[in-house]
């Protein structure tokens, strides 16, 4: 069993930084992969990055060079280091966990917000 808390989120201008957390607790963090994901209004979660136990991550295209997703297992945390905000990151963002092929542990995710 994996749980998940967002925070970090917030209103940016256009062109500022944020930087997500998504805290752990559970004894099974090292194992897991973890994910950020987006929900904007009126449209469907979309993948945003993730990162391995190992530490390998993968984004999607939109966010690539813009967004830096890394893990701390000593502090059971995943961070999102998101620069260049536009207002398309406009969204809310939540922190999922995955130990087989299934995003199985969802948090209450947190809101961004970019101005223009």
């Known amino acids: 069993q994996v749980q998940l808390v967002e925070s970090g989120g917030g209103l940016v201008q256009a062109g500022g930084s944020l930087t997500l957390s998504c805290a752990t607790s559970?004894?099974?963090?090292?194992?897991?992969?973890v994910g950020w994901f987006r929900q904007a209004p009126g449209k469907e979660r979309e993948f945003v990055a993730l990162?391995?136990?190992?530490?390998?991550?993968n984004y999607a295209d939109s966010v690539k060079g813009r967004f830096t997703i890394s893990r701390h297992n000593a502090k059971n945390t995943v961070y999102l280091q998101m620069n260049s905000l536009q207002p398309e990151d406009t969204a809310v963002y939540l922190c999922?966990?995955?130990?087989?092929?299934?995003?199985?542990?969802w948090g209450q995710g947190t809101q961004v917000t970019v101005s223009s």
């Open positions: 999922s966990a995955r130990q087989g092929g299934n995003w199985d542990y």
């Open positions: 990162v391995t136990p190992g530490g390998a991550t």
């Open positions: 559970g004894r099974t963090f090292s194992q897991v992969v």
